[in-house]
Every structure is written in structure tokens, then in C-alpha cells.
């Protein structure tokens, strides 16, 4: 058989691709040629950026460039194995060391990002005796972690700790559905922030919640790393809730400005994961120019403290404006603010009309929220300028109500 004959069994693909494009799900990527920043160069246009995770302006700060540099001069530009072969180097286990201490914690293991920490984790410490309880709303690589653990899993609905506390007096009453015995573990899970809308989760509560029947409590805090907390510790901090928290999973490629994720916890937590947490196991470490960079910004959040007095100052001005125009914000409480317009269409219509303005805020649309939630979702930082915020909300408030979205 010919190759121009050959039936393409992956024709579908380009199927289901047209389908997403007519029902405005579809979304192209945006390619940047200039550095993470205020002010970027994103397809060819100079934009205010209100779409990046760079809560502190770290990506391109001098103190973190120059530690990458000189990393690369010393140990090159890769690790070259993985860290159980021959990839571990002192710039990761220093790196994890400075963390714990950070974090207040026995022990850190870092991974590729949070999303493979998240995947790594919670499989290797929960199984068919166990049961993971989970909130609504947390982010998609918990949902995969979930999945590809053994053990069966409970949802509660977003923030409801009254739910929650049913599902875990059910769960230690009733015990394990085949009735083999009580479970194991009963592991609570909850992001500290929520990715899409902004909002905290209610940790003191859920802590009490899960202290009651002796589960252990998982926080994501990619989201409140940097972010919430004494110099950006994050929402174990934010909260007093030290020796409480059994597992935090955190980010190096938000606040901290570069890439990777990391589990803190107990030392017992670390040395099972090192040993049996696919994702650690099978890839490759951090370039250790990376792991240098992730230090001198933990030095940099402790000795700058100024920034995340910018970004929040600057994210409370931000709100109160977007609310005085009449914006549907949800319920954010952090520099994630969502701006809510329903509809698919119009949300892409929206963002595409503000980047014509100068404005990159992209648009988030089903599946990442539901079908009747789609929003833009924006994040001021502390790089943004009073200047920069003025030029912004002037074209928000141009575009919204040429959209109709506000009143005129």
C-alpha cells in the first residue's frame, strides 16, 4: 500500500479540532518574543501583560540571572540523569534544604513542576486501604493524581467544610465499602488558592475538620507560594497552621519565577517518595541553573519583602476598580481575578479585542471551567506599574462596554 493511499486512522483528530474551532472552544497559542514582564512582546504587539504567573516580577531579576549564569558555568546546562542514577547535584539538595527551612518542615523533594509533584505524590501514599477526599474545584493535576491512585475517592462540594465533615464521620463510621476494616488513611485535599477563581480555601476549618477523626490534611500551594504568608511562606503560614498541614505541595515556576515543583512534609514522606514516586524516579532533574535561580529567589522573597506589598496594593486598587465598573469578579480574594463573562464566544471576543488595545488578558473557557464560566483570568503583579494598571483599566472599561459586557 501506498502512503498516498494509506487510510489515516488518526483522521478523527483533525475532526474533533474543527468541531472545537465552530463551537469556540478552540485556542490558539500565543507566541512571546521578549522577556516575561510588565510589558511584553506577544505576536508581533508591545501588551501590558495581565496573563502571567510571575506574582513577584522574579523571571528577570538580576540576583536570580546571575545565579543561573554562574551555575552554568560551573556545572553546565543540564543534569544529565535522573536524581536516583547519577543527576543529583548540590544545587538540588541545597536547594531542598533551604525550602524545608523556608517552609518550616523536616524535609523537601523537588519535581519537574507542581503538576508531576501533585501526580508523584499522591499515588505513592495512597492505595485500595485509603480513601482521598477532595474538594470540587481543585486543579487538574490533582484530579490525575487522583486517578491514577488505587484508592477510592470522595468531592465535596467547593469550600463546604460542613460537607466535608459528613463525608469523614461516614467515612470512619462506616469504614471501607467492603466492609474489610476501617481505612487506612483518609487523606483531605484542597488547593490553598483556586487557580480559576482566586478564592482561599478555609484551612483552619478543614484542619479541625480532619483532626477530628485523625485524617491527614494535603494543601496545593502553588497559588499562595509568594503569594499569602510571612514573605510569601504560603497559606499554612497565612493561617498559623504550622505542624497541622501534613503535606504541601508548592511551585517554583509562579512566584519564585522559574520552574519546578516540591513536596514538603515529614523526612519519612521524602525518603518514600524518593524511592517510589514515578515521576521522580523517571525523569530527568532540574538543569541545576534552575535550582541555583529557585534559591537566590527564596533569598530575594526574604530580603524584598517590598513586592508582595506591591502586589497586593496594587491587586486591591485593581478590584475595586473592576468592580466600580461593574465587572463580575466571583469571589477572589488573591491577585487571581477572573473576570466572568459566561459565554465561550464572548470571552475570546473580549481578550481578542483588549490585546488590539494593548492588553494581554487571555480567556479561559470549557474544559478548564464550566461551559456557562467562561472568563478572563488575570493577575496583576508586583512588576505593574500605577501607570501600566490606569492603561489597562482604561481599555477594560472601553471594551466592556463596547461588548456590552458593563453598561455603558
Avoid at 506574582?55 to 553546565?76: F, I, M
Avoid at 503538576?115 to 474538594?135: K, M, Q, R, W
Wanted: net charge negative.
Amino acid at each position: 500500500m501506498s502512503a498516498s493511499s494509506r487510510r489515516d486512522p488518526l483522521a478523527f483528530i483533525a475532526d474533533e479540532v474543527e468541531e472545537l474551532k465552530a463551537q469556540h472552544l478552540y485556542r490558539p497559542l500565543r507566541v512571546m518574543s521578549d522577556a516575561q514582564g510588565p510589558v511584553t512582546v506577544v505576536d508581533g504587539r508591545e501588551v501590558i501583560s495581565l496573563s502571567s504567573n510571575d506574582y513577584l516580577g522574579l523571571t528577570h531579576h538580576p540576583r536570580l540571572r546571575d545565579a543561573a549564569l554562574a551555575a552554568v558555568a560551573e556545572y553546565g546546562v543540564g543534569s544529565g540523569a535522573v536524581r536516583t542514577i547519577a543527576g543529583t547535584m548540590t544545587e538540588h539538595e541545597a536547594l531542598e534544604a533551604e525550602l524545608a527551612a523556608f517552609k518550616g518542615v523536616e524535609a523537601v523533594l523537588t519535581f519537574q513542576s507542581g503538576f508531576t509533584a501533585n501526580t508523584g505524590v499522591i499515588p505513592t501514599i495512597t492505595g485500595e486501604a485509603d480513601l482521598i477526599v477532595s474538594d470540587a474545584l481543585n486543579h487538574a493535576s490533582i484530579i490525575d493524581g487522583m486517578r491514577l491512585s488505587k484508592a477510592p475517592r470522595k468531592i465535596f462540594p467547593h469550600r463546604d467544610v460542613a460537607a466535608l465533615r459528613a463525608i469523614l464521620r461516614d467515612a470512619t463510621t462506616q469504614g471501607r465499602p467492603d466492609g474489610s476494616g476501617p481505612y487506612r488513611l483518609i487523606l483531605v485535599v484542597t488547593d490553598g488558592v483556586f487557580s480559576m477563581d482566586g478564592d482561599i480555601a478555609p484551612l483552619p476549618e478543614i484542619v479541625e475538620a480532619a483532626e477530628e477523626v485523625g485524617a491527614a490534611v494535603y494543601v496545593d500551594d502553588a497559588h499562595a507560594s509568594g503569594v499569602l504568608g510571612r514573605n510569601g511562606r504560603g497559606s499554612v503560614d497565612h493561617f498559623g497552621l504550622h505542624g497541622r498541614v501534613d503535606i504541601q505541595v508548592g511551585t517554583l515556576s509562579k512566584a519564585v519565577g522559574v520552574l519546578g515543583g516540591y513536596v514538603a512534609g515529614s523526612q519519612a514522606l521524602r525518603d518514600i517518595l524518593v524511592q517510589r514516586a514515578r515521576p521522580f524516579l523517571f525523569s530527568t532533574s532540574h538543569p541545576p541553573a534552575d535550582a541555583a535561580a529557585c534559591r537566590e529567589a527564596i533569598r530575594v522573597m526574604d530580603d524584598e519583602p517590598w513586592r508582595i506589598e506591591r502586589l497586593w496594593a496594587s491587586t486591591r486598587r485593581f478590584k475595586a476598580e473592576l468592580a466600580r465598573l461593574g465587572f463580575d469578579t466571583g469571589r477572589s480574594e488573591t491577585p487571581i481575578t477572573p473576570i466572568i463573562v459566561g459565554e465561550s464566544e464572548l470571552a475570546n471576543r473580549f481578550s481578542g479585542r483588549l490585546f488590539e488595545e494593548g492588553v494581554f488578558a487571555t480567556s479561559v473557557i470549557f474544559p478548564t471551567v464550566a461551559l456557562d464560566q467562561a472568563r478572563l483570568r488575570t493577575i496583576v503583579t508586583a512588576a505593574l506599574s500605577d501607570e501600566h494598571l490606569d492603561r489597562a483599566l482604561d481599555a477594560f472599561a472601553r471594551v466592556g462596554r463596547e461588548l456590552r459586557i458593563i453598561s455603558a
